[in-house]
């Protein structure tokens, strides 16, 4: 297993969605953590949901610490790849913010989300959803902590993207 703080480059693109909200400095990225996929596959049965797929894996974020199954980029290219990979990071990094914000309460919220939502944990609605919940003042706070994680990672991706909605910079805007 390898552990190492975040590259710089990885704290520049976290900085576009947390801007100085997280303290990067106390981040620690564990690369090669095989024991998150079996987590995830142990946790699938007791839970009854479809095994995940071979080339998909499960990431873990506990504390400060941030545990990936899988080496990762050493330095970033203007790739589609380096993009879902930064993306996957900046979810890991919102379970960071929640620590940040909840101590070790996020742990057992997170936990107890996926028990209660089960594969749903993660959907908030999509960029449409999203648009419709903050009509009627749903905020970030509102959902659970994996649908956070995943708005948060969403907004990452729509930011650095051409095809920006300005519906992303509201959300980050929450984070204040």
């Not at 090669?32 to 990431?59: K, Y």
Request: a negative charge.
């Amino acid at each position: 297993m390898i552990r190492r703080k975040l590259h710089k480059w990885e704290e520049k693109e976290a900085k576009l969605v947390f801007a100085d909200f997280v303290d990067y400095s106390r981040i620690t990225v564990f690369e090669e953590a095989l024991w998150t996929n079996l987590f995830d596959d142990i946790s699938r049965r007791c839970r009854l949901v479809s095994p995940r797929n071979e080339n998909e894996h499960n990431a873990i974020a506990l504390g400060f610490h941030c545990y990936f199954p899988v080496a990762l980029p050493s330095i970033y290219v203007e790739t589609q790849s380096c993009r879902v990979y930064m993306s996957w990071l900046i979810h890991e990094i919102a379970h960071v913010w929640q620590f940040q914000r909840m101590g070790w309460k996020y742990l057992y919220d997170v936990l107890i989300s996926h028990l209660r939502y089960g594969a749903d944990v993660y959907d908030y609605g999509g960029s449409h959803g999203l648009r419709r919940n903050r009509q009627v003042g749903k905020k970030l706070m509102d959902y659970n902590l994996e649908q956070q994680a995943t708005i948060l990672q969403d907004a990452y991706l729509n930011l650095i993207s051409l095809d920006y909605d300005c519906i992303w910079k509201e959300v980050v805007s929450d984070l204040e």
